[in-house]
């Protein structure tokens, strides 16, 4: 809870002019904008660019954020701007893997076995992920990975809580549906 009101602090200096500090928000929370961005594109070299724009726009858009604001959620409804509009203009996204970070990280394991089945049941989960629909994708990566609360993510969608939580259950059961049907797959391959 200090985060968030020191957050909110730094972002009212910002609005006030003190652009500056806007680089210690960014230090907080490009990582955690990265990871939503890259769960709902599976890019990383777009993922990085988004990030950037959310900033860009928070600059521009410094005086719109509210006295009463709070900046988590504030800067979770800038992304989802920026995501829209980046959408748009692409249309649809291609699921890549980066072979070379995948080696590097295979290499720096002791037990090979255990990490390739890690590794397949996150490759797995990302190919059920990916077989959402992008709403549903970006409801799990808001309220399961950024982990931010029922209520900001309502507030965001402008629907109740109470909505929410049915949306967050159904999704997760499709994705249960979906991962088991991917791993079904995989098996019978291999069988």
């Avoid at 990582?31 to 939503?36: C, H, N």
Wanted: aromatic share 10%.
């Amino acid at each position: 809870m200090i985060d968030s009101l020191e957050d909110h602090a730094i972002m009212l200096k910002v609005k006030s002019g003190d652009v500056e500090k806007l680089s210690l928000l960014y230090h907080r929370y490009s990582r955690r904008l990265f990871g939503f961005f890259f769960g709902l594109t599976s890019d990383a070299a777009t993922s990085e660019d988004l990030v950037q724009n959310v900033f860009v726009r928070m600059l521009k858009y410094r005086k719109s954020y509210s006295e009463s604001g709070n900046f988590e959620a504030w800067a979770f409804h800038m992304a989802r701007n920026v995501h829209k509009d980046h959408f748009r203009k692409n249309k649809r996204y291609h699921w890549q893997e980066d072979m070379a970070d995948w080696e590097s990280h295979l290499k720096e394991t002791d037990n090979r076995e255990h990490h390739m089945q890690k590794s397949d049941e996150l490759n797995n989960l990302e190919r059920a992920l990916q077989a959402l629909s992008p709403a549903k994708r970006e409801l799990i990566e808001l309220t399961r990975f950024q982990k931010l609360k029922y209520d900001q993510v309502a507030a965001l969608l402008g629907i109740s809580e109470s909505a929410l939580k049915v949306r967050v259950h159904r999704t997760l059961k499709e994705l249960r549906e979906l991962y088991s049907k991917v791993d079904g797959k995989l098996t019978d391959r291999i069988n």
